[in-house]
């Protein structure tokens, strides 16, 4: 393969899969029902700058391609030409059966030089060439993109939707103590009286990220584009170690609710945990926020068969789907949304009002800085986010005994 086809099908090839990467985020945030997410679009960017690089650099290539290809077409036109006018015919030696070889072999044995010359190619030692004997020619094909099983999806932090980072630090004011109302003993006889005391919930901003030392060569020869592959993957890890960090925050806080007993559980054995734990957050919140629960993946296999997707009537679930599974929403029980998180600690499910946690976060994406002097650049991801307490009462922790 010439060198302009090699770099055509290499630019081709990078166009096709930052296109398919591109198609891979719309795809992820439209099947959420949500806009794309700012590392969504620092992403988008940087690979749309990418795809106008490569335009720019197939247009003169492909150009200068099909002026060869042309000018090939027209000289093995005026070859054939030329050897049809000459009277050249291309001899190969073939025999459609055993009496056609041995006719010829006698007519070479009366001296007949033509069947003498023919016999001399059929008969002639072939060099059998196999790809062994040439593997500098064959290419070994990349097919995108790359497969990696990381979980960037975060739904408790996005159930809860992260509110702007103030600052490093901050409070929220929470009233600890009400007035104070009753009816009046008699007429003219003093009313209850209560102050309002409002207390601080302090907050911290936590930061959270990495970085990766890539070589230059590794920049500039690799494809599909290392950098691109690293960013995607950083952004990916600081997804899931964020979303354990809110998981680990809220697990400790928690309020126990009623537990899962050991061995396999009923479906109304679930149920009226969730109801059980649904009671006490209404208690802690008073009826505020949105009520939803979420467990772990491996609790799928105890919970999921409790309720199919086709439900035998009354039952407390329209179902769960295997073939649906993913991280984020996979169903409801007792009208409380289920959802399946990588980040919940095992063997627990965490039920919440979203009046009673909240989830702060500044991300800064990537960052990136040149080593001249070892021809090196150093790439790093990171992000500000604080996962914040408001009522543990509001946080509800089922756990299932072995």
């Avoid at 197939?58 to 006018?85: D, G, V, Y």
């Avoid at 979303?243 to 680990?248: D, G, I, M, S, Y």
């Avoid at 073939?323 to 399946?340: K, M, Q, R």
């Avoid at 499910?349 to 500044?362: G, H, P, Q, R, T």
Wanted: no cysteine; hydrophobic share 40%; glycine share 8%.
């Amino acid at each position: 393969m010439r060198a302009t086809d090699q770099m055509l099908a290499r630019v081709a090839s990078e166009i096709e899969e930052k296109q398919q990467f591109v198609d891979g985020i719309v795809e992820d945030a439209q099947k959420e029902g949500r806009d794309l997410n700012e590392q969504e679009m620092e992403l988008v960017q940087r690979t749309r700058t990418r795809l106008g690089e490569l335009s720019s650099q197939m247009e003169p290539l492909q150009q200068a391609r099909e002026i060869s290809s042309s000018s090939r077409a027209k000289i093995a036109e005026i070859a054939t030409f030329m050897r049809e006018q000459e009277g050249e015919k291309p001899v190969d030696p073939e025999y459609d059966s055993p009496g056609a070889y041995l006719i010829e072999r006698w007519r070479s044995a009366l001296g007949n030089e033509e069947a003498s010359r023919r016999l001399s190619l059929y008969h002639r030692a072939a060099a059998h060439q196999t790809t062994p004997d040439n593997p500098g020619l064959i290419p070994a094909p990349i097919v995108q993109p790359v497969v990696n099983f990381v979980d960037a999806n975060r739904p408790l932090v996005s159930w809860l939707g992260p509110r702007q980072l103030p600052g490093q630090n901050w409070s929220r004011p929470k009233v600890t103590q009400h007035t104070s109302v009753a009816l009046q003993s008699a007429e003219k006889a003093e009313l209850v009286s209560q102050k309002m005391t409002i207390a601080k919930i302090a907050a911290t901003a936590g930061t959270y990220g990495g970085y990766v030392n890539v070589s230059r060569q590794n920049v500039d020869f690799t494809q599909p584009g290392i950098m691109d592959v690293i960013i995607s993957d950083l952004a990916g890890v600081y997804a899931q170690v964020t979303e354990a960090a809110a998981f680990t925050t809220f697990d400790a806080a928690a309020t126990a609710g009623l537990a899962l007993p050991t061995g396999a559980n009923t479906a109304d054995q679930l149920a009226a945990s969730l109801w059980d734990a649904a009671s006490k957050i209404w208690t802690a919140t008073k009826g505020q926020g949105r009520i939803a629960a979420f467990m772990p993946p491996a609790m799928l296999a105890a919970i999921g068969p409790l309720f199919p997707p086709i439900p035998a009537q009354p039952s407390q679930s329209p179902g769960f789907a295997a073939g649906d599974f993913s991280t984020g929403l996979v169903g409801n029980v007792s009208g409380i949304p289920i959802y399946v998180s990588g980040g919940v600690g095992a063997s627990r499910i965490l039920v919440f009002s979203s009046a009673a946690a909240e989830a702060y976060e500044d991300r800064i994406g990537s960052l990136q800085v040149v080593e001249p002097s070892v021809l090196g650049v150093q790439v790093a991801y990171a992000g500000y986010f604080t996962p914040l307490v408001i009522e543990a009462t509001g946080i509800v922790k089922i756990t299932k005994t072995p």
